[in-house]
């Protein structure tokens, strides 16, 4: 039976190149958006072009049932839900006493409550051999320079989920991981905007990743191969924590 799959944020960047590249490895896959419609629907074509079942679900993370619906839609259109990827997120950057009390509450919406919440409906409904993963960030082991306050807390709060879900669900034979990127060239980080220059000089490999490179962890995190992996934080970021 092909294993199937649910990335949220999988319109654009990291989330739709990991989409992909699980479709590559032989999955069905779910992803949600809010905004960017067409490229959504881009990711569902180059999924069935793999060969695989793409569904697109419009789900605002942030909103008060979107992340627990979000699962349940996705089960419910694939037949059953073997991997969650929680890559839906945004980044406020700036001082910190610049950062509104609506930046914390959206932060903390979409990077925390709406994983907490996207994991519990999961666990719900998988079975042995079930994979959640959730993309975290570098800045939660080091923080270059000012502005990351409120992104990094938000970030960090995984740790301490991921953890307590591995040891929850463990007996169960349900993996839960998370994965921290370093700089990746995306809409949300190019790699030639403002921040780039010393984000790129922060890693030791001297360049920004790619979103297919962070796939190509989650690929092997959520594979059969990787059945013994539990509770890890794992840095895909160039040496960024170095
Ligand atoms: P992008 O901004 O390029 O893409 C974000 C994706 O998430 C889009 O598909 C967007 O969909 C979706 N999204 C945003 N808000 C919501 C929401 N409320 N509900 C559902 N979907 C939403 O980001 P990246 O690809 O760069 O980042 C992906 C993840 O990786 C994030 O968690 C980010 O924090 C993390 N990360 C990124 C790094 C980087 O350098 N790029 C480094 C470390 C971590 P739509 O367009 O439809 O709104």
Redo the contacts with the bound molecule.
Sequence with gaps: MSRTALV?????????AIALRLAQEGADVAI?????EE??QEVVRKIEAAGRRGVALR????GSE?AASAVGRAADALGRLDILVN?????VLGPVDSLATADVDRVLA??VR?VFLASQAAAARMERGGRIVS?????TKYVPGPGGSLYAMS?SALTGLTKALARELGPRGITANLI??????????PSDGPYAPAQKAGTALDRFGT?EEVASLVAYVTSDEASYITGAELAVDGGHAA
């Design positions: 949220t944020g999988g319109s654009r960047g990291i989330g739709a949600t958006y809010v905004r960017s490229a959504a789900s605002d993370a942030a979107g890559n839906a997120g945004v980044g979409v990077n709406a993309i975290g960030s570098c800045m970030k921290h990127p370093g700089p990746i060239d995306t809409d949300m980080n979103a």
